[in-house]
């Protein structure tokens, strides 16, 4: 389970690499501002490149390797706006092995949660 995470998070974390020091540097916009449109692209970055790293392991216990992955993408993308989701990439990355632990630790209560529906065969 934590192999196929480890893969994922690091997976993300080279999909979104490339647009988050862009998008530290830009701190903190207003509601609205100029930058507004740039959540939801990196939501949907982070969903494509978390997708494709977690579809391509098998998490042990889970029956539907298709809907876990779909339930710890939107998980992520519930929990965390887009711009902390490529922070969190960028430095997962850049840890080493320690950081996608740490994400996959952070996560904990989520993943339990979709490795459930996951054996159930649930989307």
Known sequence: MITTLLRSCLGVALAITACAPAVLAQG?????????????????????????????GKTPGVSNQAGFCSCMATAYTKRYSG???????????????????????????ERLSCVSKGSAGER
Do not use: H, W, Y
């Open 83 to 109: 711009r902390m989701l490529a922070v969190i990439s960028q430095l997962a990355g850049s840890a080493g092995q320690v950081g996608p632990q740490l994400v996959d630790a952070m996560m904990a209560p």
């Open 28 to 56: 903190t916009t207003p509601a609205g501002g100029a930058n507004a449109a740039s959540d939801p692209t990196l939501r949907q970055q982070f969903r494509e490149g978390f997708s494709k790293g977690c579809l391509a």
